[in-house]
């Protein structure tokens, strides 16, 4: 019997800040802003706050309306 407070088989789920479509993480795109600029950070390294995006078009095209609507985190370098 397994342990139920084990996270053995945990999948981590983000939601696309655009469509707000939950899926798993490697399905996302992270995405940051540093010096207003958008960084896609593939290897989810990068030292800064981090939005996921999915992978459809519409929301990779919706993605600049919603940096201006938004107050965003971002790092000056």
Not at 24 to 34: C, L, P, Q, W
Request: glycine share 2%; net charge positive.
């Amino acid at each position: 019997m397994t342990n139920k407070a084990s996270k053995a088989n945990h999948i981590p789920q983000r939601q696309c800040v655009i469509c707000k479509t939950k899926k798993e993480k490697n399905h996302m795109y992270r995405i940051v802003f540093i010096n207003k600029q958008i960084i896609i950070d593939l290897n989810a390294q990068l030292n800064s706050y981090g939005y996921y995006i999915c992978d459809l078009n519409n929301c990779l095209k919706k993605l600049f309306s919603w940096r201006n609507k938004k107050k965003l985190k971002t790092l000056d370098y």
